[in-house]
């Protein structure tokens, strides 16, 4: 295939659409010819078996690259279709094409039975394509059939063989029969002839998978399948179809079930069938709807009517309306179900689970059915888990699923009342929904439903609103915006807001926009400071500021405002008092400064008050004195300073009788005086909480005078009693009560039990009835009081409603009623009991036995110690069954104790044994108490459970303190056993069992025991009592998972957990001594290993359990290798062989390979050499003789079957002989003889075959020789032997094919195509370049045959083979195997010996008298010829640079040895190359002054190293000739040249210690010589770049230049990736290397020698920024140029503004062009300037308007000039014409004129145009703006109405005076009826037209008849205009 691509390249690339459009169809029948041997890429080939061969996705690769070809032949054959002239065409280009592809799908059916996916879409490109051009076939209608002409239709059809039998059948069965027989167009034909309707495709198929679905009916399947492949459809797909889309169930199941074990359905069909039978399940009848939900009312569900919907579905379904039996028939489409999304699928299954299952659904799903069926009940137990789930507890104990804010909002389906109460009680607990959170006022609402915002607990603590505020914020806002301001203050004071708890309230906006909240605000802060004076003045100022609302509040404003006394009771408050707002201090604040004068203004109206604070001085030097507070009152009588204030020192009124302290209501006098005392005993300060006082008031006041002190302690202890109850309400009283009676010694716990108990009550009945609190607290009360004198009836009542409250507050805290939560609560009321001595409550015990919850019975009345009567007489309460085992258990409780049995034995015995036990066994508690006096009492406790054998009392033991568990485990597994069992584990022990110490030894021996004997059970159990967290309990849980349940996958993970715990006990042991050392169990954990091993009962199990073992290795000690094992296992799987179990015991290397040897002769035998080979690498033993085996069977297959007759079966399985040596690594010995063993066995062959077997010969010994070669020292005299062998064979080849030449050319063929095939093969393994036989001996004379001594041992015909083949292997190089076969067979060949003496010279190994005569001979004569050509003084040789070219070059006369070099190299006629190569060798050994023989034992590349390092001038011509000769790789010669490269930039010239100093050119240059020796640019870009790395650090100039050059080669090469790393890596360089080290010059070089100024303008940011950018402006930087526009375009781009660096650029180098663009844009800058204020304000200063026009008429003059020296016609005119009018409007301001002619628009230019009043300025202006007037308008108003003929004038002088100008002149006057005046002058303009008809038109027109008649009588015009007027 991949030969045709080029060929389907050429066809349809250039013969191919004009092959199609010429109508050449031979062209494109050749193409689809040369393809139709797709899944064959050998055409060639004679084997059909290959086509099964062919790997499929070879052929979906063809298939591929056909598809252009088809794509143009399907367009062709559209296009011609359309076309009618082009149908013949399009019909025969459309056959070729179809037949085409037919015949490779029908090819393609007939070699593969099954497609594989490769095929399948192949096949699916070729159907593709047969459809598209199906449509373009000629389409034949069916022939309308009448009644009439029915036996003219039927005359010609053909009578099918069938008739007969089809006759007899039905229609169905005549179809069944021709599906399945494949005979459908027969039916056709058959139907066709009864004019039956089957006779279309259509009816037939219709009618056949009718069939399909009776025969699924009927659970036939295979015929099913058969029917629907025959008719053309995929099984597959149509009963997947069938099964998804039938509405019978039987059908559907039936279908199920098959195509599940042929796994056809995906995993997401798979869960659709679950899930519809599922529903089939719960809807069948069996199930009941969800009775919680259903037992609700529905009368809110909404009637729909469902009747018609039913309709249609029972018509579907095909269910009769009649039959009652269908109702419970639940059926489900499969198809429906795949529509229906997950949320679809619970919602359907949710009425008809129980609510255990709820929490398996999406929260989703659930919470629409709960909430559209209002059920309220389960949406409240919901709601709560959610809570708990957004706090701390386990998802795992969790009822429901995880539910979240967004699926209440989302799918709440209930009405709007239940919605609300469901988001009321989430907002209770904090959640809310985010439409709510993102509304505030719907939040409020929310709020203000669940307690409003001001609450004790506002569930607001994680609210932020989308600005970032805080509830608080928010709101304080929200009062804000709504003037709400007593709410706010409320809300503030709620919850005690303030700046420093709240910053938004001081928000500076919010003051300025509401004035009265920062009054409020600063009020707060006042009551909460009264001490700081500095808030009553920022409160003063907020509340001026209300009142000023214009101006910003201070004391000035308050003042000019007229508020005269609020401004002094501010500055009351101001730090500093008056005086300092008076004073003039530039360092204070604005709002607390004053002008005196103004305070003097404002204080008029209070003249004292401003003499107070302004006295009059009287004396210049005296100052008044101070103005105190007390002098400003002192008039007040009720506050006389004379009288009062005596205590404060600054009031200096007072008189000496005034009081001297503040008064207060505790002071002496007025105690004395109006005080009423009265005396507060011990119940005063307990009612006040106050006990300690209460205890010193009664010690002082009571105890120390009472005579009996203990009575009147009991007496005040219960008057404390009844005054705690009294108050049980008010913690701090019942604390105070508790406390005073401990004080007193007496026990306090009587009183808090009863207030709890009141509490409790309390809370219960406040929360279950609708009174009052305090009523119910006050009838509780006197019922407490009866309690304080032990009243019995209301104990009774009080403990009722007790055991009430408990249950209440239980179900309050949603805790289970029997549960150990519960029965803590309860200990409450058996202390109330005990008490009050009355019978214990057993409300708790009750319930559990009512609940048969016998555990918490029996714990609960333990724990509290309840009668044994009392529980006894409950036991009625629980199940018969219970009752029954709770008698027996609590009358033979001491009995049952002393058992030796397992749990499992004592509760199958029945109570008759037990009670027989009873007696024979020794009291238990007795034992109990007796070890108590012991002194090592667990040790006494175990040898009572050896003698009784009870395995309890060594439990128990080990309960004891000091006990050591490892005994006790052993003495209860010893104990648990049966006898037999105990008797072997113990069997070691010495002695009595009693007195034995149990240790580790004993415990591994029972352990060993008790697993051989497998009881594993017993084990467990003990390891779980006394070490539950040991490791050893998971792998005896693994143990019986494998070797009792055959459980492997949970075996595994008790595995892995093992590790786990085992790694952590390993390190546990590190650092704590532990119990059981981990060496100890590891020891055991191996014996358990290897002994799960030995008991495998199969070979399945042994399998099974070493894939367990693998990776636990290091588990076993000294055991068996488990991976090896496992892998053994897994070959020998499906064999009979199995593994030796004694392998395992007894485990070694030998052992293994032992035991693999008798593996290997037993699979041997049964000719499994695949698995034999595996078991023979797995124990790493020789395959040799097996594979030779294998080989050799197969061999023997080969000649049974025939096929060994087949050369290409023969080279084939030689071939294949070879690699399965390769793959199996057998010796190289063992393969060589195979070879050499198989080639004397071919038989001598006829002689038309004798090519063939001699070719296969010599492939045999090839092989063999190539095996032998490759051991270490190999055979030299043996692969000599073999190489003359094999030359033999090629002889005789040679020899009989010179033999049947004459033969003819068909016979030839055959034979030639045989004999290459072997000696292609053998080509592959040839020993020419085998270093073992080229060896230098053979290159040299001596030993080779000379023409006097050589033996011809061959005849004359292999003579001449033998010469003709020594001559290819010198032409193809081979000199070392020419020679040795010389030597071989004592052959003289001229040329080998010229080739030989070529190398002698060279090498000095002979001189030219050491050469053979006939070598002399052939040297003397060239001598002779050269000397009858004397006179010429040089020669003419061929340059050895291009010895294989043409040309030759003039050299100097050399030594003789290179004479005789190119002597002999011309007499030479095969290896010519050879000599050629050694003449180049020798020059080059020359001029390098060293020996031919070093260059010659290196190799190429040494040699091309030593050529590039002599710096020579033409050392890259020498290289160049060096490589054609050698044949170096690429790659090698980019490595060389890369190197050179790097070694010259980094070599110092020779003792200066510098760099040699080239130019960069030139250096590049140089560099550029060597990267040309590599063929492949891109490669020595590559070693470039990989060279960077090893340039030495500071090198930069290497790396740079590097960089340049590798550059330069991706260049070349267009190699883009080469270039972005280049690039990258010069980014790096400049980032991290140049620029830190300011090597300006290194970025400039790296910048211009790549020449990527747009990928490299951050090295013009560099330099711009280091001001080095004038670097480079250098000359001859840049020779090619594109360096000047790079800079210019970064100066636009990055730097627009840098003027000056532009224009220095621009004349750097010369850029005239950029010189005239810049004058240009800076005059027009001028021009903008002016532009930019208004015309009659420019004209204002006059001269600065000149300047700007001089300026700019000087810039565009410049810019004219550089436009005009860079050719720039047009942009240089365009400056000539702005400079005129420039100049024009100069000259207007200089004579007075201010019209305005510059920056003109468009709009205004016709305008000034008429009004400029000579044509020279018009026109200057019209050229400046490019502008086209119309000038009949301007000379209209010119000359017609202000008659200036001299503007005409101007305008002939440089205008041409157009007819259509008067014509549109004349237009004009006609339009406008001018006056008299205007008349004269068009009369005068029309004598300037020249057109006499035109003249006499318009005249004629504006009756101007004077001049008609004068032009019909001029003698000159009238002529012509008769002539024209006449025509």
């Given at each position: 295939?991949?030969?045709l ?8 690339g250039?013969y ?65 279709d359309?076309?009618?002239q ?111 309707s ?50 019978d ?29 599922q ?67 619970e ?12 929490k ?99 569930p ?68 909460s ?6 808030l ?24 000019l ?40 203004m ?8 401003k ?19 007390y ?78 002190p ?30 005073f ?27 279950n009835?609708?009174?009052q ?29 007790l ?56 714990i609960?009345?333990q724990?509290?110690n309840?009668?044994p ?33 397992d ?27 007796r ?8 040790c ?44 072997e ?6 002695g ?43 792998m005896?849980?693994?143990?019986e ?9 949970e ?10 715990s ?52 290091k ?35 030998e ?7 008798s593996?290997?002769?037993?699979l ?5 050499f ?71 066995q ?26 032998l ?18 030359w ?22 055959i ?74 067979f ?87 190359s ?121 090198e ?46 290194l ?25 080095y ?27 627009p ?57 000087t ?7 550089s ?24 000259h ?36 400046a ?94 002529c ?8």
């Open positions: 295939m991949s030969i691509l080029p060929f389907l390249k050429d066809i349809f250039r191919g659409i004009a092959g199609i459009e010429n109508r050449q169809l031979d062209t494109v029948d050749f193409f689809l010819k040369s393809k139709e041997n797709l899944l064959n890429p050998s055409s060639k080939s004679s084997v059909p078996d290959q086509l099964d061969d062919f790997p499929s996705h070879l052929y979906l690769r063809n298939v591929e690259k056909l598809t252009p070809a088809l794509d143009l032949l399907c367009s062709a054959i559209r296009e011609s359309s076309e009618t082009s149908k013949h065409f399009s019909e025969q280009l459309l056959n070729l094409t179809l037949s085409f592809l037919n015949k490779q799908i029908k090819e393609l059916f007939v070699h593969n039975e099954e497609l594989d996916e490769h095929l399948q879409k192949g096949v699916n490109i070729l159907t593709s394509y047969i459809n598209e051009l199906r449509t373009f076939m000629i389409k034949f209608p069916w022939k309308i059939i009448d009644t009439g002409d029915e036996y003219d239709v039927n005359e010609n059809v053909p009578k099918v063989r069938e008739s007969n039998i089809w006759e007899k059948l039905s229609v169905e069965e005549v179809i069944a029969n021709a599906i399945l027989n494949n005979k459908i167009p027969e039916a056709q034909t058959f139907f066709r002839i009864s004019n039956h089957a006779q279309r495709l259509e009816e037939l198929i219709r009618i056949g998978l009718n069939l399909v679905f009776d025969n699924l009916k009927k659970n036939n399947i295979k015929e099913a399948s058969e029917l629907l492949k025959n008719m053309g459809f995929d099984v597959k797909d149509q009963l997947l179809k069938i099964c998804f889309y039938t509405t169930t039987n059908i559907r199941d039936f279908l199920v079930e098959i195509l599940k074990e042929k796994n056809y359905f995906s995993e997401n069909e798979k869960r659709t069938i679950d899930f519809v039978h529903v089939e399940k719960f809807y069948s009848g069996h199930f009941q709807e969800n009775m919680q939900i259903q037992s609700f009312a529905r009368y809110w569900i909404k009637e729909r009517d469902f009747f018609k919907h039913k309709s249609v579905l029972d018509s579907l379904l095909k269910y009769d309306p009649k039959d009652k039996f269908n109702k419970q028939d639940h059926r489900v489409v499969l198809n429906w179900a795949q529509w229906w999304t997950q949320l679809t699928q919602s359907i299954l949710l009425p008809r689970i129980s609510p255990e299952e709820y398996s659904y999406s929260p989703e799903a659930l919470w629409s059915y709960l909430t559209a069926r209002h059920d309220w009940s389960s949406i409240i137990l919901w709601i709560g888990e959610f809570h708990t789930q957004n706090s701390c507890a386990s998802l795992e104990q969790n009822r429901w699923p995880l539910l979240t804010v967004d699926v209440i909002d989302r799918h709440t389906c209930c009405n709007s009342y239940m919605r609300n109460e469901i988001l009321d009680q989430l907002a209770r607990n904090g959640i809310f929904l985010k439409s709510e959170l993102e509304d505030f006022e719907l939040f409020l609402l929310r709020l203000n439903r669940i307690g409003g915002v001001m609450q004790d607990a506002l607001i603590q994680n609210y932020r609103s989308k600005e970032g505020w805080d509830f608080h914020s928010h709101f304080i806002l929200y009062c804000l915006e709504h003037g709400l301001q007593y709410l706010l203050y409320v809300y503030l004071d709620c919850y005690k807001l303030s700046p420093s708890n709240c910053p938004f309230l001081e928000k500076k906006e919010l003051h300025e926009a509401y004035p009265w909240f920062e009054f409020l605000v600063q009020c707060r802060q006042v009551s400071n009264l001490t700081d004076p500095k009553i003045f920022q409160a003063s100022l907020a509340n001026a500021q209300i009142l000023i609302p214009s101006n910003q509040a201070s004391i000035s404003s308050m003042l405002e007229g508020h005269t006394l609020l401004a002094l009771a501010t500055t009351m408050y101001a730090p500093g008092g008056v005086s300092q707002v008076v004073q003039n201090d530039e360092n204070e604040t604005c709002l607390k400064k004053v002008d005196p004068q103004l305070l003097k404002a204080l008029t109206p209070y003249p004292k008050l003499t107070a604070l302004f006295p009059q001085y009287t004396a210049s030097n005296v100052l008044p004195p101070d103005i105190t507070l002098h400003l009152i002192q008039s007040l009588l009720p506050f006389d300073p004379s009288r009062l204030f005596g205590w404060q020192t600054a009031n200096t009124l007072a008189v000496g009788d005034a009081v001297s302290h503040l008064p207060h209501f505790s002071s002496p006098d007025l105690v004395n005086k109006y005080a009423i005392v009265e005396r507060l005993n011990f119940a005063y300060y307990l009612q006040h909480g106050r006990p300690s006082f209460a205890f010193g008031t009664f010690l002082v006041q009571e105890l120390t005078k009472s005579k009996t203990k009575q009147l302690i009991q007496q005040v202890g219960n008057e404390a009693y009844v005054l705690g109850l009294s108050s049980f309400y008010i913690p701090s009283v019942g604390a105070a009560c508790v406390c009676l401990e004080l007193l010694g007496l026990d306090s716990l009587k009183l808090r039990v009863d207030m709890k108990v009141a509490n409790i009550i309390l809370s219960y009945k406040c929360r009835e609708d009174a609190y305090s009523c119910i607290r006050e009838s509780l009360a006197e019922k407490l009081s009866k309690l304080a004198v032990g009243e019995k009836a209301t104990i009774e009542e009080l403990l009722n409603l055991e009430e409250g408990i249950w209440n507050s239980i179900q309050q805290q949603e805790i289970k009623r029997l549960s150990s939560e519960s029965s803590s609560q309860w200990a409450l009321a058996v202390q109330f009991c005990r008490l009050h001595n009355v019978k214990l409550s057993t409300s708790y015990l009750r319930e559990c036995a009512k609940a048969n919850d016998w555990l918490q019975f029996i609960h009345s724990l509290h309840y009668h009567e009392e529980v006894k007489s409950l036991l009625q309460y629980f199940s018969p069954v219970l009752q029954d085992h709770l008698r027996l258990a609590f009358e033979n409780l001491t009995s049952v104790s002393n058992s030796r049995m749990s499992d034995q004592v509760c199958s015995r029945a109570p008759q044994e037990l009670q027989r036990n009873k007696e024979e066994m020794a009291d238990f508690f007795e034992v109990l108490l070890c108590s006096e012991e002194p090592n009492s667990w006494w406790l175990l040898a009572e459970a050896v003698k009784q054998q009870a395995p309890i009392l060594s439990v128990l033991a080990s309960c004891l303190q000091d006990a050591s568990t490892i005994p006790c485990l052993c003495v209860w597994i010893i104990t648990s056993v049966e006898d037999s069992v105990a008797a584990a113990t069997e070691h022990i010495r009595s069992m009693e007195e034995h110490m149990w240790d580790l030894q004993d415990l591994s021996v029972i352990w060993r025991t008790l697993l051989t004997k497998q009881k594993s059970k017993t084990l467990i159990r003990g390891f779980q009592l006394f070490f539950k967290d040991s490791p050893l309990l998971l005896m849980e693994m143990y998972l494998c070797m009792f349940f055959k459980n492997y996958k075996a595994e993970a008790k595995l892995l957990e093992f590790q786990k085992f790694e952590t006990v390993e390190t546990a042991a590190t650092r704590v001594h532990a119990t059981i050392p981990a060496l100890w169990l590891k020891e055991q954990v191996c014996f358990l290993l290897k002994l799960m091993l030995q008991q495998c009962g199969t070979q399945y199990e042994l399998g099974k359990l070493l894939q367990l073992f693998v990776g636990i290795e588990l076993f000690f000294d055991g068996p290798d488990v991976k090896k094992l496992c892998v053994l296992s897994q070959i020998l799987k499906d064999t009979s062989i199995a593994i030796n179990h004694g392998i395992i015991s007894g485990y070694s290397l052992n293994f390979q032992h035991e693999c040897r593996i290997l002769e037993k041997e035998t049964e000719g499994q695949a698995l034999a080979r595996r078991v023979a690498e797995l124990a790493e033993l020789p395959v040799d003789n097996l594979v030779i085996e294998e080989i050799t069977r197969e061999m023997q297959t080969l000649k049974h079957t025939g096929q060994w007759s087949l050369k290409q079966a023969r080279i084939d399985f030689w071939k294949k002989c070879h690699a399965s040596f390769q793959k199996n690594s057998i010796s190289s010995r063992a393969a060589s003889s195979f070879f050499s063993a198989q080639a004397p071919a038989p001598e062959p006829p002689a038309e075959e004798g090519r063939s077997r001699a070719g296969e010969r010599q492939l045999l010994l090839t092989l063999a020789a190539h095996w070669a490759q051991e270490g020292l190999g055979p030299v005299d043996e692969l000599e032997e073999l190489e003359k062998q094999i033999l064979c090629r002889i005789t080849q040679h020899t009989l094919r010179e033999k049947q030449e004459t033969e003819p050319r068909f016979s030839q063929h034979s030639t195509s045989g004999e290459l095939s072997f000696d292609s093969v053998a080509s592959k393994f040839s020993l020419s370049m085998l270093a073992a036989l080229n060896t230098s001996k053979y290159l040299e004379i001596n030993g080779l045959p000379s023409k006097e001594t050589c033996e011809n041992r061959l005849d004359w015909q292999g003579q001449e083979s033998l010469d003709f083949l020594i001559g290819r292997l010198l032409d193809d190089g081979c000199v070392h195997e020419a020679s040795r076969v010389c030597r071989y004592h052959f003289y060949n001229q040329d080998v010996a010229l080739v030989l003496h070529c190398r002698a010279l060279a090498s000095g190994e002979a001189s030219v008298d050491d050469l053979r005569p006939e070598i002399h001979a052939l040297l003397q004569s060239a001598e002779r010829l050269e000397e009858e050509e004397p006179g010429i003084p040089l020669r003419k040789v061929q340059s050895t640079s291009s010895l294989d070219s043409e040309t030759f070059v003039m050299l100097p006369p050399c030594d003789e040895v290179v004479t005789n070099l190119e002597t002999l190299t011309s007499k030479c006629l095969h290896g010519k050879y000599c050629r190569q050694v003449l180049c060798l020798y020059e080059l050994a020359k001029e390098l002054g060293c020996p031919y023989t070093d260059v010659a034992a290196q190799d190429g590349e040494a040699v091309l190293r030593a050529v590039l390092a002599s710096q020579r001038p033409d050392r890259c011509k020498r290289a160049q000739t060096f490589l054609s000769t050698q044949g170096l790789e690429p790659d090698t010669v980019a490595e060389l040249v890369a190197e050179e490269v790097t070694r010259e930039l980094l070599t110092p010239s020779e003792g200066t210690g510098q760099k040699q100093m080239f130019t960069p050119a030139e250096e590049s240059q140089t560099f550029l010589q060597l990267t040309t020796l590599c063929q492949d640019r891109t490669l020595v870009g590559m070693k470039l770049l990989d060279k960077i790395s090893s340039v030495p650090h500071g930069l100039s290497c790396t740079t230049e590097l960089l340049i050059l590798a550059h330069h080669c991706f260049t070349l090469t267009c190699h883009m990736e080469g270039i972005i790393r280049v690039l990258q890596a010069a980014r790096l360089l400049t980032d991290k290397h140049l620029a830190p080290n300011e090597e300006y010059g970025m400039v070089r790296l910048l211009t020698g790549m020449g990527r100024y747009n990928e490299m303008t951050y090295i013009f940011d560099l330099l711009h920024k280091k001001h950018f004038e670097v480079l402006m250098r000359k001859k930087l840049d020779p090619s140029g594109t360096l000047k526009t790079a800079l210019l375009d970064y100066i636009k781009r990055c730097r503004g840098d003027s000056e660096k532009h224009n220095m650029i621009a004349l750097c180098f010369s850029m005239c062009r950029e010189i005239g663009e810049n004058h240009e844009a800076a005059a027009c800058i001028q021009l903008k300037l002016i532009e930019s204020q208004p015309w009659e304000d420019s004209l204002k200063d006059g001269h600065h308007l000149k300047q700007l026009l001089l300026k700019a008429l810039l565009m003059l410049d810019a004219a000039e436009y005009a020296k860079d050719s720039c016609v047009r942009q240089a005119l365009h400056c000539h014409r702005l400079t005129k009018l420039i100049t024009l409007q100069i207007f301001l200089n004579t007075g004129q201010n019209t305005m002619l510059i920056n003109l628009g468009r709009h205004q230019l016709m305008d000034c145009l008429i009004a400029l009043p000579r044509f020279y300025q018009a026109s200057i202006v019209a050229e703006y490019d502008f086209v007037p119309d000038w009949a308008e301007i000379l209209y108003q010119q000359v017609i109405l202000k008659g200036d003929f001299n503007y005409l004038e101007e305008f002939k002088q440089q205008r041409l005076l157009r007819s259509s100008i008067f014509e549109e002149i004349s237009t004009k006057c006609k339009r406008q009826q001018p006056a008299d005046t205007a008349v004269k002058n068009l009369k005068k303009l029309l004598t300037y037209c020249e057109d006499v008809y035109l003249y006499y038109t318009l005249a004629y027109e504006h009756k101007f008849y004077d001049i008609v008649n004068v032009l019909l009588k001029d003698p000159q015009t009238g012509c205009l008769k002539d024209m007027l006449a025509g």
